[in-house]
């Protein structure tokens, strides 16, 4: 079972039949047991970083992080799903986040913000993530982003006015900044990689 | 690596059903938004809207029946318009699958609705909506409502620049004068906005041939909106990415 979980951020429909295209059994929950224990457990996020924060700490949201991290179950997070994993952001103001990535969310420097469409990714040699879909384009909307690789991880990196990381693969925790279940069939792709590896 | 032009068709919709008219006129048939959705959706479409063009209270369940169907079988972004007046209308139509909003009528009297949007959804959920057309206003370009017929009094310019500091993360851009004329953008309105505006725009009103795409990009579009050129088939989405990426334009194939 795959489970997404809801603490009311993020177009939890679409994420659900995106990988139900994948998955036979996907569940939208904040029970703490089936997120514990599911085989994946997505962590979506739309909007601002620490309105994101305080719903996810209002479901036990961090509980349920640390517990699948202590179990070293897979986790994958999605735009500020994908941030709030991170130590902090600086949106709006400092913010402390999950800390199961190394490393901070920043401002991307660009002329035109939101980064909103769809753009190239580099992919390192070895991503299991984008097997197949490596030269594919996928559909961004945000304005922050991590800058710095995390360590020990496969780092996939995005250009738009400066380079920031636009997915990671870590062992059990993957995270994409872009949104894979809006990415039309390449991000079908890329989610169908990741329930494979589950 | 560069970020992708995109290409956007709109479904107006009244009634559950897709409409197209010349300047909001004369109303017909076009077809069910979903299956629709899903045709653009193959053809390349890289994103949908949607405008309930009807926007009365008692379609607002139709509305969000529609969305939730179309966000179940189509995997690219979903902007839904018409009928915005609360951030509790956001939360529904993001709920049942939709991306974005696109706010119009409800900003211009209240304009403080933009803010409590962005607050709660961030910027990036929400689309500034502005019917413009040529005015003796200080720009030039005004606001008007009720589908271009009454000026709303205001600059079109201001009135972006406001919704920026307000909170928006995007703009779409009609030109009230070109809409449904099939003669091309409004190529200086375009130009003008672009000045102004440190978010991305989408312009709307005008599309009939081919070289139209590009020349709205050149003069600044970062997404192009069109309806009824697609609807009726006189031009497909994958001809108009051809004819971009001949000219030099990023594209997403």
Known sequence: MIAILDYGSGNLRSAQRAFELAHSQVVVTNDPKICEEAQGLVVPGVGAFAACMDQLIGVGGREIIAARVAKERPIFGICVGMQVLFDSSNEKKNCDGVGVLQGEVDLINAPLLPHMGWNNVSAPSGSKLFQGVEDEMFYFVHSYAAKTKVPNALNTTCEYGEEFIAAVERDYVVATQFHPEKSGDAGAKLISNWVASL | ?253
């Open chain 2, 1 to 253: 690596m560069t970020l992708a032009k995109r290409i956007i068709p709109c479904l107006d919709v009244a009634g559950g059903r897709v409409v197209k008219g010349v300047n909001f006129k004369d109303l017909v048939d076009a077809g069910d938004p979903v299956e629709l959705a899903k045709k653009y959706g193959l053809e390349g479409a890289d994103e949908l809207t949607f405008l309930d063009i009807s926007a009365s209270v008692e379609e607002r369940a139709t509305t969000l029946d529609m969305v939730r169907k179309t966000a179940e079988q189509v995997f690219i972004p979903l902007t839904v318009g018409g009928g915005i007046r609360s951030a509790e209308n956001v939360n529904e139509l993001l709920r049942a699958g939709a991306d974005k909003v696109s706010i119009n009528t409800a900003a211009i009297a209240r304009p403080q609705l933009i803010n409590e949007i962005s607050d709660r959804f961030g910027n990036q959920v929400l689309v500034l909506s502005v019917d413009a057309r040529r005015a003796d206003t200080k720009s030039g370009f005004e606001v008007t409502t009720h589908g271009g017929h009454q000026s709303a009094g205001i600059d079109a310019l201001a009135w972006i620049e406001e919704g920026i500091s307000r909170g928006v993360g995007e703009i779409l851009l009609n030109s009230m004068d070109a809409d449904g004329t099939k003669a091309g953008f409004d190529i200086e309105m375009l130009r003008a906005a672009r000045a102004v505006s440190s978010v991305p725009i989408i312009a709307s009103g005008g599309a009939g041939k081919l070289s139209d795409f590009g020349d709205a990009i050149s003069a600044g579009a970062d997404a192009v909106l069109a309806a009824s050129v697609f609807h009726f088939g006189d031009l497909t989405i994958s001809d108009v990415k051809k004819e971009l990426a001949k000219a030099g334009f990023p594209i997403r194939a």
